[in-house]
């Protein structure tokens, strides 16, 4: 089992930066891929960004891509998502998650933190 604990949610005008942390604990953080995804109201959820076990390769959704950054340090067991030049459609729950390999769809991954919100404001 792997446990996941996001941080770092909040309030933010148009324009402006947040940093989303997810904390692992459990298995060996390092065996896993990590990835970031994010649920706005009456919508599916959705891959942002995802990154492989050792950070040497990232993916990002076409929406975020330019904006937003993931990494890893696996020394602290934690996954990152730096949000820049945030949109009020980046509204939304982000989830980090973890599993095997970088997939786009939810469905695949197999551990999931509980969430952290994130409103932008216009």
């Known amino acids: 089992q792997v446990q996941l604990v996001e941080s770092g949610g909040g309030l933010v005008q148009a324009g402006g930066s947040l940093r989303l942390s997810c904390a692992a604990s459990g298995r060996t953080f390092s065996n896993y891929a990590m990835g970031w995804f994010r649920q706005a109201p009456g919508k599916e959820r959705e891959f942002v960004a995802g990154i492989n076990w050792s950070g040497g390769s990232t993916y990002y959704a076409d929406s975020v891509s330019g904006r937003f950054t993931i990494s890893r340090d696996n020394a602290k067991n934690t996954v990152y998502l730096q949000m820049n030049r945030l949109k009020p459609e980046d509204t939304a729950v982000y989830y980090c998650?973890?599993?095997?390999?970088?997939?786009?769809?939810?469905?695949?991954?197999?551990?999931w933190g509980q969430g952290t919100q994130v409103t932008v404001s216009s």
């Open positions: 998650a973890a599993d095997n390999v970088v997939l786009v769809s939810p469905q695949t991954w197999d551990y």
